[in-house]
């Protein structure tokens, strides 16, 4: 029996799919990164990649196929919800899960975007404000909510080093379970497979939808089961404002009037049509979000006969997930994207340059990037619960360096929210003539988790204008 080189198997793989330039500084490399190169090639689905590089072809979505999605309006009695939820965190069936996989580009910070100092007052990063928030449940309800925490291979060594840096900010390790995503190659607009280096291809995280993926193949899920966890708090790393486990909605979730009990989701009211938010729909008779972009503009801008915006059931990405419906999802999809599909974004790719013998940033976007996105999972539920927020509750993402979702806005937000509790009792809170909080209130999660937690607070009795106040 012959035994054929893996390098010359993976060549003759590469060279039938139109990609083995991706090896021509093979024989040049020394042996020791060869195997690394190798490894990466090998973890490349080539077939997969030329179904995905191909045109695509599909359409915007017709008037006909797509309604506003139904909501739980705000201002409905929850009191039953809230009990039911309360009952399943005291059970420990609820776990939390964050997805910190991005790479976080337009915000710029160099580091994993949970280590950067989001809160308004004391600065605090994400990662403190989610562990300090889990812990304040975890006491309220004599629970433990072990926190997954999904990161990728290019910021999961300095995650993990964050998180040793500050002593697990006091939780048992054992109780927070971290994990890399996977990652898809970029091609070029012809469809080709790119290098970064001589030895590495060009590769970014497969999305928040690679979760479905990751959470299966780290042990996650298994780690869940073993555990008795039966749902997670799904939410995104940047947003400091997001209620983790929220008792009314794991409640409302699991009501079978009101969901199958597999996946639900918040939204809150778009500020305005223009405002660029994927948008809760009922597509085909399944709930949905469509991304601003695919929504045609006649959809977009239309309003009911109150004048109100018909789509107007903005995503927040902040889920609740049952741990049968993730396995179900991760028990196999087609062609092994885990049942959801991978979606196109032209981007910037930094790319190596054989003439110039370096890596290059482009100007412009001169790649294609594959991701899936967690909300394609909502078509699969069977019925799927979706629950209005207001925003100054739940919802300051900081996303960009200035501007719409900044560090800047997001702090405004949080000193909003806070106000707004702080004169729920009667203390006075300095606003500007636009309705902002003119001071800066940071209340911990170990002071408050919601409004009414204040009330057996010491509170003061007004905050004065520019005032940096922190409860
Ligand atoms: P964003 O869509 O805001 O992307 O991610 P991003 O990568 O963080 O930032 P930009 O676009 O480069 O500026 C929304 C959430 O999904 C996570 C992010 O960490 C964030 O919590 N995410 C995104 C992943 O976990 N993996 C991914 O592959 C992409």
């Known amino acids: 029996m012959t035994l054929i080189d893996p390098a010359t198997s993976l060549r003759a793989a590469f060279e039938a799919h139109g990609q083995a330039h991706v090896l021509r500084h093979f024989d040049a490399l020394a042996p020791s990164v060869r195997e690394a190169f190798l490894a990466q090639l090998g973890e490349v689905d080539l077939a997969l990649v030329a179904r995905l590089a191909k045109p695509a072809t599909d359409k915007p979505h017709a008037e006909t196929h797509i309604r506003p999605a139904p909501y739980v309006a705000l201002g409905g009695n929850t009191t039953d919800a809230r009990a039911a939820g309360e009952a399943l965190l005291r059970a420990g ?18 580091g994993p975007k949970g280590t950067y100092p989001a809160t308004c007052v004391t600065g605090r990063p994400l990662f403190r404000v989610f562990a300090e928030q889990i812990a304040a449940a975890e006491k309220r309800y004599g629970c433990v909510i072990p926190w997954y925490i999904m990161t990728s291979p290019l910021n999961d060594a300095d995650t993990q080093a964050f998180f040793r ?19 898809m190659p970029s091609v070029t607009f012809d469809g080709k497979l790119m290098l970064e280096t001589p030895s590495s291809l060009a590769v970014n995280p497969d999305g928040h939808g690679g979760a479905i993926r990751a959470l299966h193949a780290s042990g996650a899920m298994e780690d869940m089961r073993a555990r008795g966890i039966e749902q997670m708090s799904y939410f995104q790393v940047d947003n400091p404002l997001v209620r983790i486990a929220d008792p009314v909605f794991l409640g409302l979730h699991t009501q079978p009037a009101h969901s199958s009990g597999e996946m639900s989701s918040k939204m809150v009211a778009k500020r305005d049509a223009a405002e660029k938010v994927g948008v809760f729909c009922d ?10 972009s695919d929504m045609p503009a006649e959809l977009t801008n239309a309003v009911d006969a109150q004048g109100k915006l018909r789509f107007n059931a903005g995503s927040i990405a902040i889920h609740t997930i049952s741990l049968a419906f993730l396995e179900r999802l991760a028990s196999g999809g087609e062609d092994g994207t885990f049942a959801l599909p991978f979606h196109r974004a032209k981007k910037k790719v930094p790319y190596w340059c ?71 009792f009667g203390v006075r809170v300095p606003r500007r003539p636009n309705g902002d909080v003119n001071a800066r209130i940071e209340i911990l999660a170990e002071t408050a988790l919601e409004a009414n937690d204040l009330a057996d607070a010491s509170l003061p009795r007004e905050i004065k204008a520019g005032e940096d106040v922190v409860l």
């Open 354 to 424: 054989d003439a110039q013998g370096k890596t290059v940033e482009p100007a412009e976007p001169n790649a294609t990037k594959f991701e899936a996105f967690i909300f394609d999972a909502l078509a699969l539920a069977a019925k799927s619960l979706v629950m209005e927020t207001a925003r100054v509750e739940e919802f300051a993402p900081i996303k960009n360096a200035s501007g719409d979702d900044s560090p800047a806005s997001s702090h405004q937000i949080q000193s909003n929210r806070h106000g707004a509790w702080l004169e729920k």
């Open 93 to 110: 069936k609820v776990a939390a899960f964050t997805v910190a996989g991005g790479q976080g580009t337009r915000l710029g910070w160099r």
């Open 165 to 183: 840096d500050n002593n697990w900010f006091g939780r048992n390790p054992a109780d927070t379970f971290m994990f890399p995503q996977g990652t």
């Open 283 to 292: 597509v085909g008779g399944r709930t949905g979000v469509v991304e601003y």
